[in-house]
């Protein structure tokens, strides 16, 4: 499923996954969203080789999930910072859900690496369904209905 | 990222992507959440060749997201179906989290392909964070935290 083929998939499920489903490209915005904002540390922190770390931010670039900023350190050359735009920010679900399944399912033995909470309460949070009053829908009373489009 | 290294890897964003993150496997969900059992639906419903469909379907059974039961029409010989476990189900809320990125950054004209709701009250679902209370967090509040585990 190449990217380029993105807007003739007719499933946002498909087309996000045409973007989001390349090999590193959510390890990549794992890092992201723990506040990694350089190549170089991109490049640490996975082992990623540099020709497939800069194609994988390329297309987050392309995309709308990273921009590419300009920053200089005194007596360095200018370099670029990747930073998140809000709709790569909305992508911390994506994320959180796949490591909450993950630490349930697939289990390590040593616990999970990460937990997430709310900033402004301190309180644990967690992946689910909403219903549009807010109310949390239990996942077995969800359905999923084709809209025939 | 091969599959057999799933228990190598130290991550569980990682190792669900080990398993979940091979081509073809999240549309397979999805069309087993909407409903699809059996092998001859999953192959006329994707377009996916019977080979790689095979190989998709018995990872996802190797890892406990679907099970494979017998069924038999009469006068037809013995086939097999594909049932979702309680932890394919909870993939319920990945595919929809992929869903819902893709309606609003990458829509299609048409508009979604498919809606959820709650099959109770019948109000519109979408997925989010909830702290340990129920409620919903802001996106922007979410704070992941390395365990050092």
Redesign the interface.
């Known amino acids: ?1 190449g990217r380029k083929n ?1 807007e003739s998939l ?8 045409a ?3 390349e ?1 590193w490209t ?2 990549i915005l ?1 890092e992201a ?2 506040g990694t904002r350089r190549f170089a540390d991109f490049q640490s922190r996975l082992g990623i080789g540099a020709d497939m770390l800069s194609d994988r931010l390329s297309t987050l670039v392309e ?2 999930v990273l921009t590419k900023q300009p920053y200089q350190e005194p007596g360095q050359r200018p370099r670029a910072e990747y930073l998140l735009t809000p ?1 790569g ?20 033995p ?12 301190d ?15 239990p ?9 025939g ?1």
């Open positions: 499923m993105v007719d499933c946002s499920v498909a087309r996000s996954l973007v989001l489903g090999r959510i390890l794992r969203l723990l995309y709308g709709a920010r909305e992508l911390h679900v994506l994320v959180a859900a796949l490591q909450q399944w993950g630490d349930r399912h697939l289990p390590r040593a616990g999970p690496t990460m937990t997430r909470k709310a900033r402004r309460t309180r644990p949070v967690r992946v689910a369904f909403i219903d549009d009053l807010g109310d949390e829908v996942i077995n009373d969800v359905v999923s209905i084709p809209t489009n």
